[in-house]
């Protein structure tokens, strides 16, 4: 568990590492939500997770990608029913948290509408639902299918499922319905229906559902409609996808008329002027939250004026006309047994409060990060105190606050060690050279010669980004760093070896847990990864500031370990700096943490017995097969998405000679706006001429 920055403390290659952590992360609770009904985290760690990956990519956008999680809602469909492509998106909404966040969301919507201050906004105000959203499309006022949501464009076909439903009409009454409509909604569970139903799933040996939520969206989602049939489950009809006409003006009424047609709506939802009646409403159902009969999570506000939601539209997945309002994190109070100290890969001492264990939001806490010696001062915990905890930061549970800050008998306020607790050498917090500032995190000296430092990074070398040795991860790594059979990364090479001549005793055939086949695997699995990319080595030996993204610039810009090694052991040359420096992505605090690394003859020696256990991949050995492999390619103008070294770099790293001036031999020219005589000459002698975002297609990156 290690502290987190804030966002703006970070550079990109971190803010790049984080990224790629916490869009796998959230990956996977969309699909342990989503498609299996079983998350693992609560809501407002969910929440968290997302908001500050989300405040990563609003400091990088360079980060967001297609495949973020911020560009997608839920996950796609499990193939477990048909599909469903949703006329118009089923989006979700943006989250507020506090009263400013509604006081910003409304002054966005007067802003981006310009409104005048005279001008009324009325916005409703409704309960959020906690169970699964679920569109209805009505045609000639019959019900002809119904879909989850899924991944917000693509649902899955549960219409059959949905039909068992008695709050969803198979026909709208009358005729005052559009010949197409598509009525939007949740699916959700009572509570006494909820105890019920797991009274029964107890009777029949049958697993219990964790949460009403979980226990709607399995049983809307059971293969026999039958099984669905026999679920109490209800449905509150709150918005629409495609109408072939307009249901009404205002948000308020259009949901009347789904009264009209047979549907529940809401009879919390009102209609307020101001924000402060926004406020009076959400504090309201806050308070009745408990008695309602079924869960809710929040208050969602929409803007009434339907004119105005068109204008206002959507940004990413998220209406700019509607916001839900989330209730606050679960907390609960328990008493800090103790603060222990963990030294991480780099060195950093880790303040961790032992709790005496306690439920916060459904899950078990019993150890919480206190980030570093600054946060234990400002919050002034102390061993023995009574605290507040929250389940609403990082997945990390948090302490908010010492409950009884004023009594007598506290302990006195805790002292933070000046030493590794593990190695004993001094840890000291350094001073960032351009700000002057303290860094917050204290950190141990030692070095390679820390037992826990070393062990954390021989658990980062073999972790899956770095070398990803089957069957060989953390727990494998600690125990054999424990045992001092493996003290550094090159002898994780040479453990085969040296248990086959028997300097390794007993051998590890023999001891418990392990036999024959297993050794033989693990020794299988390490000879696989002898063979690797320059990139995962970079990566995987864990210099400060050099994560994942830095190693690939790197990699990709020298090529080769023999071209990357010598650059490294030379940085205080000038021109091997200036080279470095120019790679977009690389900046002081990298080349610094770099030439500190390989000033060190330890760490030197080291890698060196490494590297003579591998064979490191050339870059352009991995990009034989790229599109542009063997090419010549000059590059002229401006180029507007990257620099002329990246582009040099790129193009190199796939294989292609990169020219500076334009001849027969050249395949293409890429040129910017203000190319010149490069491109006159290039149409004169017939080469082919690419703009940069033509080139980005060629190499597949469009
Ligand atoms: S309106 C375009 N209203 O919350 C906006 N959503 O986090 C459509 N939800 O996907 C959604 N109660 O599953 C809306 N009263 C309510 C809701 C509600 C629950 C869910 C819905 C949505 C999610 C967004």
Request: net charge negative.
């Given at each position: 568990?290690s502290?987190?920055?804030d966002?703006?403390d970070?550079?990109?290659?971190?803010?790049?590492?984080?990224?790629?952590?916490?869009a796998?992360e959230?990956?996977?609770?969309?699909?342990?939500y989503?498609?299996?009904?079983?998350p693992?985290?609560?809501?407002?760690?969910?929440d968290?997770?997302?908001?500050?990956?989300?405040?990563?990519e609003?400091?990088f956008?360079?980060l967001?990608d297609?495949?973020s999680?911020?560009?997608?809602?839920?996950?796609?469909?499990?193939?477990?029913f048909?599909?469903i492509?949703?006329a118009?998106?089923?989006l979700?909404l943006?989250?507020?948290?506090?009263?400013?966040d509604?006081?910003?969301?409304?002054?966005?919507?007067?802003?981006?509408?310009?409104l005048?201050e005279?001008?009324?906004v009325?916005i409703?105000?409704?309960?959020?639902?906690?169970?699964?959203?679920?569109s209805?499309?009505?045609?000639?006022?019959?019900?002809?299918?119904?879909?989850?949501?899924?991944?917000?464009?693509?649902?899955?076909?549960?219409t059959?499922?949905?039909?068992?439903?008695k709050?969803?009409?198979h026909?709208?009454?009358g005729k005052?319905w559009?010949?197409v409509?598509e009525?939007?909604g949740?699916?959700?569970?009572?509570?006494?229906?909820?105890?019920?139903l797991?009274?029964?799933?107890v009777?029949?040996?049958?697993?219990?559902?964790k949460?009403?939520r979980?226990?709607?969206a399995?049983?809307?989602?059971?293969?026999?409609?039958?099984i669905?049939?026999?679920?109490?489950?209800?449905?509150?009809?709150?918005?629409?996808?495609?109408?072939?006409?307009?249901?009404?003006q205002?948000?308020?009424?259009?949901?009347?008329?789904?009264?009209e047609?047979?549907?529940?709506t809401?009879?919390?939802?009102?209609?307020c002027g101001?924000v402060?009646?926004?406020?009076?409403v959400?504090?309201?159902?806050?308070?009745?939250?408990?008695?309602?009969?079924?869960?809710?999570?929040?208050v969602?506000y929409?803007?009434?004026r339907?004119?105005?939601?068109?204008?206002?539209?959507?940004?990413?997945?998220?209406?700019?006309?509607?916001?839900?309002h989330k209730?606050?994190?679960?907390?609960?109070?328990?008493?800090?047994?103790?603060?222990?100290?963990?030294?991480?890969?780099?060195?950093?001492?880790?303040?961790v409060?032992?709790?005496k264990?306690?439920?916060?939001g459904?899950?078990?806490?019993?150890?919480?990060?206190?980030?570093n010696?600054?946060?234990i001062?400002?919050?002034?915990?102390?061993?023995?105190?009574?605290v507040v905890?929250?389940?609403?930061?990082?997945?990390?549970?948090?302490i908010?606050?010492?409950?009884?800050p004023e009594?007598?008998?506290?302990?006195?306020p805790?002292?933070?060690?000046?030493n590794?607790?593990?190695?004993?050498?001094h840890a000291?917090?350094?001073?960032?050279?351009?700000t002057g500032?303290?860094?917050?995190?204290?950190r141990?000296t030692?070095?390679?010669?820390?037992?826990a430092?070393?062990?954390?990074?021989l658990?980062?070398?073999v972790?899956?980004?770095?070398?990803d040795?089957?069957?060989?991860?953390?727990?494998?790594?600690?125990a054999f760093?424990?045992?001092?059979?493996v003290?550094e990364?090159?002898e994780?090479?040479?453990?085969?070896?040296?248990?086959k001549?028997?300097?390794?005793q007993?051998?590890?055939?023999s001891?418990?847990g392990?036999?024959e086949?297993s050794?033989?695997?693990?020794?299988?699995a390490?000879?696989?990864?002898?063979?690797?990319?320059?990139a995962r080595?970079l990566?995987?030996l864990?210099?400060?500031?050099i994560?994942?993204?830095?190693?690939?610039?790197?990699?990709?810009?020298y090529?080769?370990?023999?071209?990357?090694?010598?650059?490294?052991?030379?940085?205080?040359?000038?021109?091997?700096r200036?080279?470095?420096?120019?790679?977009?992505?690389?900046?002081e605090?990298?080349?610094e943490?770099?030439?500190?690394?390989?000033?060190?003859?330890?760490?030197v020696?080291?890698?060196?017995?490494?590297v003579?256990?591998?064979?490191?991949?050339?870059?352009?050995q991995?990009?034989?097969?790229?599109?542009?492999a063997?090419k010549t390619?000059?590059?002229?103008?401006?180029?507007?998405?990257?620099?002329?070294?990246?582009?040099?770099?790129?193009?190199q790293?796939?294989?292609a000679?990169?020219?500076?001036?334009?001849?027969?031999?050249?395949?293409?020219l890429?040129?910017?706006?203000?190319a010149?005589s490069?491109?006159?000459?290039?149409?004169d002698?017939?080469?082919?001429?690419?703009t940069?975002?033509d080139?980005f297609?060629?190499?597949?990156?469009s």
């Open positions: 568990m502290a987190l920055k966002v703006a970070l550079n990109e290659a971190e803010a790049r590492d984080e990224h790629a952590r916490l796998r959230l990956g996977k609770h969309d699909k342990a989503y498609q299996d009904d079983a693992k985290i609560s809501d407002a760690a969910y968290s997770l997302r908001q500050r990956i989300e405040a990563i609003a400091r956008p360079q967001v297609l495949f999680p911020t560009q997608r809602v839920g996950a796609a469909p499990s193939g477990k048909g599909e492509t949703h118009v998106p089923m979700s943006g989250n507020a948290f506090n009263d400013e509604v006081e910003d969301f409304v002054a966005r919507i007067r802003r981006f509408l310009g005048a005279a001008d009324d009325v409703t105000a409704e309960p959020k639902i906690d169970g699964l959203s679920a209805l499309r009505y045609e000639n006022g019959q019900l002809v299918s119904g879909a989850t949501r899924g991944d917000g464009a693509t649902g899955e076909d549960v059959r499922n949905l039909l068992t439903l709050d969803i009409p026909a709208l009454p005052n559009p010949r409509v009525v939007r949740e699916v959700y569970m009572s509570h006494e229906d909820f105890a019920a797991n009274e029964r799933q009777e029949q040996g049958k697993a219990e559902y949460n009403p979980n226990a709607a399995g049983s809307l989602r059971q293969i026999d409609p039958a669905t049939a026999q679920r109490p489950l209800r449905f509150f009809a709150y918005a629409w996808g495609e109408v072939s006409e307009p249901l009404a205002s948000q308020y009424a259009a949901v009347h008329r789904f009264d047609w047979g549907f529940q809401n009879s919390y939802m009102k209609q101001s402060a009646e926004i406020l009076a959400y504090r309201d159902i806050e308070r009745q939250r408990a008695t309602l009969g079924y869960d809710i999570d929040g969602v929409k803007l009434d339907l004119d105005w939601q068109e204008r206002l539209g959507f940004v990413s997945r998220a209406p700019r006309w509607a916001i839900a209730f606050p994190a679960e907390q609960a109070t328990t008493i800090l047994e103790g603060i222990d100290i963990q030294v991480g890969r780099t060195g950093s001492l880790t303040p409060a032992r709790l264990p306690v439920t916060v459904g899950v078990v806490v019993s150890n919480v990060t206190l980030h010696e600054d946060e001062l400002r919050k002034d915990v102390r061993v023995g105190d009574t905890v929250q389940r609403a930061g990082d997945v990390i549970p948090q908010v606050r010492v409950a009884d009594r007598s008998d506290r302990a006195a805790f002292d933070f060690p000046h590794c607790p593990v190695c004993g050498s000291v917090r350094e001073h960032d050279e351009k500032k303290l860094d917050a995190v204290r141990c030692g070095g390679m010669i820390c037992d430092q070393l062990s954390r990074s658990e980062h070398f972790s899956r980004k770095a070398f040795i089957e069957g060989f991860g953390t727990k494998q790594v600690e760093h424990a045992e001092g059979l003290r990364p090159s994780i090479f040479t453990l085969r070896e040296r248990n001549s028997g300097v390794i007993p051998p590890l055939q001891r418990e392990w036999g086949t050794v033989s695997n693990l020794f299988n390490i000879d696989e990864r002898r063979s690797i990319s320059l080595v990566n995987a864990g210099i400060r500031h994560g994942e993204g830095t190693a690939q610039l790197l990699a990709r810009t090529g080769s370990w023999a071209l990357f090694f010598d650059a490294a052991r030379q940085l205080d040359d000038e021109t091997t200036a080279e470095m420096l120019a790679i977009d992505g690389i900046g605090t990298a080349l943490a770099l030439d500190q690394y390989f000033s060190e003859t330890h760490n020696e080291a890698l060196e017995r490494l003579a256990q591998l064979t490191i991949e050339d870059v352009a991995v990009a034989a097969e790229s599109p542009v063997g390619v000059v590059f002229t103008g401006t180029l507007e998405r990257m620099t002329r070294d990246e582009a040099k770099a790129k193009a790293a796939l294989g000679k990169v020219s500076g001036s334009v001849s027969k031999k050249t395949d293409y890429v040129a910017g706006p203000g010149g490069k491109a006159k000459k290039a149409a002698l017939g080469v082919e001429t690419l940069e975002d080139w297609k060629l190499i597949g990156e």
